[in-house]
Nanobody, 126 residues
Framework: QVQLVESGGGLVQTGGSLRLSCSAS????????MAWFRQTPGKEREFVAA????????YNADSVKGRFTISRDNAKNQVFLYMNSLKPEDTAVYYC???????????????????WGQGTQVTVSS
């Protein structure tokens, strides 16, 4: 079973940048899609970005297009989320996720993912 650990969250001002990292252990993630989701209290988990196993395709939520970039380093068993031009509405707990099901795409719906990290808090002050 894979364990995922997110890091890199914190407090940043509007317009600032952060890089989130997700490190996997227990098994390789190189054959599986990875994704980032976020959640605020009282709301459902929201898709942010996803990347195919090879990194050849990425998907972004409309709310983060042009500002966030997902990437991965399969040799290091890591996935990253580069966040630029941050806005107060980006404030949330950010989770990385993966699945045991090999696939050529990267789903944008939480139910396709069966392994989740504990999350890292991102707070953007206005």
């Amino acid at each position: 079973q894979v364990q995922l650990v997110e890091s890199g969250g914190g407090l940043v001002q509007t317009g600032g940048s952060l890089r989130l990292s997700c490190s996997a252990s227990g098994r390789t993630i190189s054959s599986y899609p990875m994704a980032w989701f976020r959640q605020t209290p009282g709301k459902e988990r929201e898709f942010v970005a996803a990347i195919t196993w090879s990194g050849s395709s990425t998907y972004n939520a409309d709310s983060v297009k042009g500002r966030f970039t997902i990437s991965r380093d399969n040799a290091k068993n890591q996935v990253f989320l580069y966040m630029n031009s941050l806005k107060p509405e980006d404030t949330a707990v950010y989770y990385c996720a993966t699945t045991r099901r090999p696939m050529t795409t990267a789903p944008t719906v939480p139910l396709w993912y069966d392994s989740w990290g504990q999350g890292t808090q991102v707070t953007v002050s206005s």
